[in-house]
């Protein structure tokens, strides 16, 4: 009786496969990567048009739904969108695609965790919790199998590698001094802090860690820190456009005066996130 070998998605002969058929730097295959990324981008999809169509029962307050209402739109405009392009350019072969994935990736777990501290418990509260799962899961099984020194092979000198880790240091530091002086100025005014408010310091944490860590391997040159760098300035760029796209639609949503003075800081930070991603797609672009 013959038998027939099924290969298992971290076949290093099938991910050699892949790679000499599609030229991407991946040091195993790429199956599972996009079955997950596929279930999280469904998770997404229904939570955020349960938000939507449900917004009464999801958000009780009127404090929730001007703080996720207009997010909803964001993630089904933006959120969703860079998820798809980004694996539909992988499995086209660009390595573009494939270094943007985990920054899609990020940009959903971000969203995520925002939700599920800022959100109180419900029935679809389970469902944030499996999508921070799925994402976080996904984005470091990804990242662990792009072949980062290949990565920095043909990345290396095609774009300006010290300012763009420069920028992201800098973005953390000031996300971090931002959120701190939040939660000093409530220590000291004995204020309970809402809790969106508490979902965003906690997200705005853990992006201002990653945005400290991929800046500085980037400013060494290190191979992981043009895999990172990379996703890392794209997902920046995007949060920062779902950013302001937020503040223009929360008056339209929840009949609140428009935020000028937080639309006028977010700006200021996506140019400066901007300038660095476009300098970064050029040599990516180039390099592929």
């Known amino acids: 009786m013959s038998t027939k070998t099924i ?10 496969r892949e790679h000499q058929a599609t030229g991407l730097p991946v040091t195993s295959s790429l199956r599972w990567a996009y079955w997950l990324s596929f279930i999280f981008g469904l998770l997404t999809a229904v939570t955020a048009l349960a938000g939507l169509l449900f917004s009464e029962s999801l958000y009780p307050t009127s404090e929730l739904r001007q703080a996720f209402l207009a997010n909803d739109v964001a993630t089904v405009f933006i959120g969703l969108p ?3 392009v980004s694996m539909w350019l992988a499995h086209q072969g660009k390595m573009i695609g494939l270094l943007f994935w985990p920054g899609a990736l990020f940009y959903g777990l971000y969203n995520g965790i925002v939700y599920l501290f800022g959100l109180p418990l419900s029935v679809i509260y389970l469902l944030y919790l499996f999508l921070v799962i799925f994402s976080g899961y996904t984005l470091i099984g990804l990242v662990a199998i792009i072949d980062h020194e290949n990565v920095k092979k043909r990345l290396a000198g095609r774009f300006p590698e010290k300012l763009c880790g420069a920028i992201l240091i800098g973005l953390s530091i000031f996300m971090m001094l931002y959120n701190l002086g939040i939660l000093i100025t409530a220590i000291l005014n004995q204020t309970v802090l809402a809790r969106p408010d508490i979902g965003l310091i906690v997200a705005d944490s853990i992006i201002a860690a990653a945005w400290l860590v991929g800046g500085v391997m980037l400013w060494r040159h290190l191979p992981l820190g043009y895999v990172g760098g990379t996703g890392l300035l794209f997902q920046g760029s995007m949060l920062f456009v779902g950013l302001l796209l937020l503040f223009i639609l929360q008056p339209l949503l929840n009949a609140t ?8 800081v977010v700006f200021i930070m996506g140019l400066i996130c901007f300038i660095p991603f476009a300098l970064n797609l050029r040599g990516v672009i180039k390099a592929s």
Do not use: N
Not at 8 to 14: H, T
């Open 7 to 16: 290969s298992s998605p971290f076949d290093e002969k099938a991910a050699g």
């Open 82 to 84: 860079i998820l798809l």
């Open 257 to 264: 005066p428009f935020p000028a003075g937080d639309f006028t």
